[in-house]
């Protein structure tokens, strides 16, 4: 499904079809598109046909300063200092399709972590040729207490079912996203607010194309891939999730992306 100027439509082309095209934003004006009616909301899935999910991290203050402490007593503090100022960014794999929920979907919490967070963070869809063709929401399910005992359990703290949600549809553009960007997270536990963050691209140390240059370098994404670009927004030690929180990730211009923990 394509909104262009609060119009819908369908078009006949795979997910696949369209993530291989380096200038989708003409594609799309020009392809074979059937007018439709306006989806609702169930109708979205996640935006994701074969693509991997890849993430960046430690590319905000607030991050690394959260980290830091977390893992004080283990010893990995100062690798989250040094990866922040290193010219090379972390970066790591996140999910495939199956582990990823899209709007409305309930993402997860390990059962055998303590502290789980939901980062939220501006997601990019990169062609296979590595050009960025569009945006979404991105949510980087993390278990804080696995991280922090350990930077070597890394994968286990980010990589499980359902641990990453994206949607609600992608923002299709071939020019970077303004600096001033907004993103924000609201979490509800039975219907009451418990947590708000704010932050925006102008914090992002890294600069999107940077951090897909590093990442396709010497590795290639057949069908394209998301990168999440990291967090900025990192609730207090005292908050973790529980079942049945609602999430609810907004990046201006995109959209926003709702979740419940289950
Ligand atoms: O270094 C661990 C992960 C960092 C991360 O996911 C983030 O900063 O968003
Ligand atoms: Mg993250």
Redesign the pocket.
């Known amino acids: 499904m394509l909104e262009d100027g609060g119009h819908w439509f369908a078009i006949e082309a795979s997910w696949d079809d369209l993530v291989r095209h380096d200038d989708l934003e003409s594609f799309l004006k020009t392809c074979k598109r059937t007018p439709i009616r306006e989806p609702s909301s169930e109708a979205f899935l996640a935006p994701i046909g074969s693509q991997e999910v890849w993430?960046a991290?430690?590319?905000?203050i607030r991050?690394r300063d959260a980290?830091m402490e977390e893992s004080k007593s283990a010893g990995g503090g100062d690798f989250?200092d040094r990866v922040y100022l290193a010219d090379r960014p972390?970066l790591?794999f996140k999910a495939t399709a199956h582990r990823v929920v899209g709007p409305g979907g309930k993402v997860a919490i390990r059962s055998d972590a303590k502290w789980s967070v939901p980062?939220p963070?501006l997601a990019l869809l990169i062609s296979p040729a590595g050009k960025i063709i569009g945006y979404t929401v991105g949510n980087?399910m993390?278990s804080r207490d696995i991280?922090g005992e350990n930077p070597l359990y890394?994968p286990q703290a980010?990589v499980y079912d359902r641990s990453c949600a994206l949607g609600p549809g992608v923002l299709v553009a071939s020019q970077p996203l303004p600096r001033s960007t907004e993103i924000s997270l609201q979490i509800a536990r039975q219907g009451e607010p418990v947590f708000e963050g704010k932050t925006s691209l102008n914090s992002l140390k890294r600069d999107p194309e940077t951090l897909v240059e590093y990442l396709y370098r010497d590795n290639s994404f057949p069908s394209g891939c998301f990168l999440l670009t990291?967090?900025g927004i990192v609730p207090p030690d005292s908050f973790g999730l529980r079942y049945g929180d609602e999430i609810r990730i907004t990046i201006d211009n995109i959209g926003t992306l709702v979740n419940v923990v289950g």
């Open positions: 993430a991290g430690v590319t905000y991050s980290r989250y972390e790591f980062e963070e980087d993390s991280e890394l980010k990291g967090t």
